[in-house]
């Protein structure tokens, strides 16, 4: 074993997945073929709201290759109710979440009867000769109008459509003063109510299940971000032994939250197969993806921030509508929590409270898109610092450096009760203003301005903090979710020197393989290429928590580096005991252990061999170096950032340009700076996306309108500008790596950055909101003061929201 | 490039499209549909199966294929060949995409009968045995992917972009490769990679 030249983490390595993806090699569950495999297809409710009269398959059975076709009543006694983990007050509303609709639909795109077949195109035939009597129920869409008296009910049996209304208040729990009296007094009040339009994750790789039963144990391999909740849940819902179940994420093609879930279809490949008896393979058409994966974000946010004249701010009262969808899914009730404790960003706000009403529709379930909750709570707080600062004709810079907390203030108490633990908001802003050359373009913009070109500047801001390492446990418990945040790994130290790393972190793109043996062979003193991670397979990896949450370095790293830890502890007692000297008299570096003052040395491969062999080992020690460690962190990490955004609005067509992207990142030290510098990047393209162009649109019907790509606006490389990045790095103190997580950072900040800069864009032509997202229609009739009598059609950017309602419905916003 | 020596194609996308059609709707009987306008005139009857010769990466193919079975089910389900993967099978996406004579085509938009006698190029057969594509080192050296799922697509629209004298600027990389959808976006690198294979190329 040689010992590794310079540090592992921090250094710039290309990717071990790299090889197998560039080659095309990857091992997708849609590429499983088993012998004798069978196919499912799904046939979908066409209608929002309706009550299943009649339904035929015998037809259906007759078509050519056909094995089985299956309605809800014929799994009605088996197929159990999906699972949701986030109960978040005592008395939620909880519907029964059927994986095949019963006897009612709740929204367009559930899934109503499965045909089995040779192949998967007679398996799609076949669905064409299903007989389905549909009466149709009133389809209820908006989430005012459902949580009104006597609104129609989505689900008549639970009396409401109201599933909990979660509160903070900063006054009841002691972390803060009373809003209401910092309203009461407020010299300056700035009222808005933001949307947050319903996106869809759309991971590339559609959704794919192939499921394999046996006797005694039955596997599925599933294109799933949390194969170890999945066998939980599994076992849990369908009443299948845990131990017999075995969960394998294979290569995984994004996830993005999309696939932390789990899904009516992978409960029913594993009831069908189970009772056919052959393995079966179920994967997604685009179109199915879009209408029946959960979607993320719906959201109408009224805020309220209360502030001196000075610009001091003295309270923030937060009043949500969260759109759950037709069914609560897995974490989805505390999605919009999660943004509770963000909300008052990275200010000094006295007085906080939070109030969130998660509201039934019948439309596609909604659940975690990445950022969950903190993209819509840095939306909220962002937006609303740069209509203060118009409100106080104040620099919106300024007003934030008023306001943030300094950086030797940390560690820092929250009004929402988290004590934030290090930061440097001065440093970071510092170096994105540089970057940026935010003072020549506050003066090209007043130019632009006092020219009355027809291209206008703006100048969006975001200075943002988000919370990541999901998560301590204890604190999971105190929010009634029902599982931990711990996770897991193992060293398993082999005969030969070689180290086998598993984790219970489960990767879909985040390149864990590389960065989790960086961590090894620095702890280890191992060669980097010696490392292998093994992840995603329940029957390797037998404890996890999986990836979701800019969980993964922040605690699942950790436990890299423990378990390494471990490995070493009882390696240097082997040394000692083998080198005859005292453990005091030992040091280790860069993989050997020598005799201080002597030339005596032990590699810690010599010393593996020993502790395998096993013929001189202290008395009662046990064979062996291997090692594993979970860790629950103490408390969650906080990286933090300055987004700066700069837009050129065409004031005649509504078009926006970016022209300019800076962003400065503090995500703590750093593993691997090329997998975070693409984790910024794919996560900016994300949140300008929810900016400029994706939104899920359903009709007056409940239909989505929204479901390929060529409605639905993924930006291509043309779409985006290009991304100037740089970091700051201030170590968390809260885990032994100094990491923070940065999966999230870059979608959770950009968003608002984009919208500020279209608005500061047209501020003076009396524009203070456009609503997500800012098409050219929406940015034109802004500025042309027209919310009404333009012509506009539903559909990706077709101006009229996620549910097809007038925009007057949302009015523009203003200072009050 | 097209090989003027193979034979042309046999099947035309309207007759083949009309013919599936018919199949789908699961008519049992409808007049046998007479291909026009080939060198080699072809009749499939609904619900049959033609046979048809592909040449994939150097490698002839011979097998049947319902006419409605579109190149990119071909490559996948028939000859095993998964590096080509299936996005969105509208067209939408580009992560299907493979060199058909030396062009990009989108696999999912084009019918295996239809592609009769042509040259297709799939990542698998981009390598000179051990040695990556240049376009695929290219990516590699500058962390062009991440979860994979339309890096097969990117890389093989990277290749024919190159060759057609589109990878000039960064703007001009990023309209002709606008294509190919990555929702891990890693754009920025992927144009970066794009235009430094294309030096590489050029040299």
């Known amino acids: 074993m040689t010992a590794t030249a310079e540090p592992e983490v921090g250094r710039a390595r290309h990717r071990k997945e790299d090889a197998r993806l560039i080659t095309g090699a990857t091992r997708w569950t849609d590429n499983m073929q088993l012998t004798g495999m069978l196919h499912m297809a799904l046939l979908r409710s066409p209608v929002a709201h309706a009550r299943i009269t009649s339904i035929d398959v015998t037809e259906a059975v007759k078509m050519p ?57 007679e398996a799609h035939d076949a669905l064409s000769a299903i007989d389905v009597d549909y009466e149709d129920l009133p389809v209820v869409l908006d989430m005012e109008r459902a949580i009104e008296d006597g609104a129609d009910l989505v689900h008549p049996d639970l009396g409401s459509n109201k599933s909990a209304t979660w509160v903070f208040d900063s006054a009841e729990a002691g972390t803060g003063s009373d809003v209401d009296a910092a309203i009461a007094d407020a010299e300056v009040l700035v009222e808005r109510t933001f949307r947050q339009q319903r996106l869809i994750p759309a991971f590339m790789e559609p959704r794919s299940v192939v499921v394999d039963p046996s006797p005694d144990s039955v596997t599925m391999w599933s294109s799933t971000q949390v194969p170890h909740i999945l066998r939980w849940m599994l076992s849990a819902t369908l009443g299948i032994p845990e131990q017999r179940i075995r969960v394998i994420a294979p290569d995984v093609g994004g996830g993005f939250g999309g696939k932390l879930q789990v899904t009516p279809e992978e409960v029913l490949t594993m009831l069908v197969a189970r009772r056919i008896g052959k393995p079966v393979k179920w994967t997604e058409t685009r179109t199915e993806s879009m209408l029946s994966g959960h979607h993320g974000r719906d959201q109408v946010q009224r805020l309220t921030i209360a502030a001196r004249r000075d610009g001091t701010v003295t309270g923030l009262k937060v009043d949500l509508l969260a759109d759950m969808g037709a069914y609560l899914r897995l974490i989805a009730p505390g999605v919009p929590i999660l943004g509770a404790f963000v909300f008052n960003g990275i200010y000094k706000f006295p007085a906080y409270r939070f109030t969130c009403t998660n509201v039934f529709t019948d439309k596609t379930p909604t659940d975690a898109y990445r950022g969950a909750g903190r993209p819509e709570a840095t939306f909220g707080i962002e937006r609303m610092m740069d209509e203060l600062a118009a409100e106080l004709g104040v620099d919106p810079l300024d007003l934030r450096r008023r306001n943030w907390i300094r950086h030797e203030e940390f560690p820092f108490d929250t009004v929402t009760g988290l004590t934030y633990d290090s930061g440097d908001y001065e440093a970071a802003t510092d170096r994105a203003t540089e970057l940026f050359g935010y003072d020549a373009l506050r003066r090209e913009q007043a130019e632009r301005r006092a020219n009355g070109d027809t291209v206008q500047l703006g100048i969006g801001i975001s200075t943002y903090t988000e919370m990541c390492g999901w998560a301590p446990s204890r604190v999971l418990g105190a929010l009634r979710y029902a599982a931990g945040g711990w996770e897991t790994a193992a060293i398993r130290m082999l005969p030969t020197g070689k180290v086998e790393l598993v984790t219970g972190t489960s990767p879909h793109g985040q390149g864990h393989e590389t960065a989790w043996s960086q961590i090894v062979a620095d702890r280890l003193g191992v060669p980097f290429e010696d490392v292998e991670v093994l992840h995603g397979d329940t029957r390797i990896s037998h404890r996890g928590l999986d990836s979701y949450g800019s969980r993964s370095v922040a605690v699942g790293g950790v436990a890299v580096a423990l378990a390494a830890d471990k490995v070493l502890a009882k390696a240097h007692t082997v040394a000692a005991h083998l080198m005859e000297v005292g453990e005091d008299d030992v040091e280790f570096t860069a993989g050997t252990f020598s005799v201080r003052g002597t030339s005596t040395t032990m590699t810690l491969g010599d010393v593996v061999t020993a502790a395998n062999a096993a013929h001189n080992l202290p008395d009662g020690m046990e064979p062996g170096l291997d090692a594993d460690a979970t860790f629950d962190p103490s408390s969650l990490s906080f990286p933090h950032g300055t987004h700066l955004c700069a837009t050129e609005v065409d004031t005649q067509t509504g078009e926006v340009k970016i022209r300019s992207y800076v962003c400065v990142d503090d995500v703590g030290k750093v593993v691997n700076p090329v997998i975070v510098e693409g984790q910024v990047h794919g996560g900016l393209a994300q949140g300008i996306a929810q900016a400029l162009y994706e939104e899920a649109v359903h009709d007056e019907s409940g239909t989505l309108t929204t479901a390929t790509f060529a409605d639905y606006l993924l930006p291509s490389a043309v779409d985006l500008p290009h991304f100037t990045t740089d970091r700051t790095e201030t170590p968390a103190l809260t885990n032994p790596l100094g990491v923070k997580g940065v999966g999230e950072a870059g979608t959770i900040a950009s968003t608002p950055a984009v919208v500020n800069a279209i608005v500061d864009a047209v501020r003076h032509m009396g524009v203070s909101d456009v609503q997500m997202p800012c098409t050219p229609m929406r940015v034109w009739k802004a500025i042309h003061h027209r919310g009404d009598g333009v012509p506009t059609t539903p559909g990706a950017g077709g101006g009229l929201g996620s549910v097809n309602v007038d925009d007057q419905a949302y009015p523009r916003g203003g200072a009050e | 490039m097209p090989d003027p020596s193979r034979p042309a194609r046999a099947y035309t996308r309207r007759t083949v499209l009309k013919s599936a059609a018919v199949t789908t709707a699961g008519t049992a009987l409808s007049p046998a549909v007479a291909l026009a306008g080939a060198t080699a005139p072809s009749v499939i009857a609904p619900g049959e199966s033609a046979e048809i010769a592909l040449s994939v990466n150097g490698r002839e193919h011979v097998l049947t294929v319902e006419p409605r079975v579109t190149l990119l089910d071909a490559l996948r389900e028939r000859l095993g060949l998964t590096g080509t993967k299936k996005g969105c099978d509208r067209g939408e996406c580009g992560a299907c995409t493979v060199l058909v004579d030396g062009e990009r085509v989108k696999a999912c938009l084009t019918l295996a009968v239809m592609r009769q006698g042509s040259d297709i190029t799939t990542v698998e057969g981009l390598a000179d045995g051990d040695r990556l594509h240049p376009v695929q080192e290219a990516f590699i050296r500058h962390d062009a992917f991440q979860c994979g799922a339309c890096t097969s697509g990117q890389v093989m629209s990277a290749v024919a972009c190159i060759r057609e004298g589109h990878a000039g600027t960064e703007a001009e990389i990023r309209e002709w490769m606008s294509g190919n959808l990555c929702r891990c976006a890693c754009y920025q690198n992927i144009v970066t990679a794009v235009a430094d294979a294309a030096r590489e190329v050029g040299r």
């Not at chain 1, 909880?94 to 367009?108: I, K």
């Open chain 1, 65 to 121: 290759g056909v094995l089985m076709a299956l309605t809800g009543q014929d799994v009605a006694a088996e197929q159990g109710s999906l699972p949701c983990v986030w109960p978040i007050t005592e008395d939620m509303l909880a519907p029964p979440a059927p994986s095949l609709a019963v006897d009612r639909v709740n929204f367009a795109g559930e899934a109503v009867a499965l045909v089995v077949a040779r192949s998967a195109a």
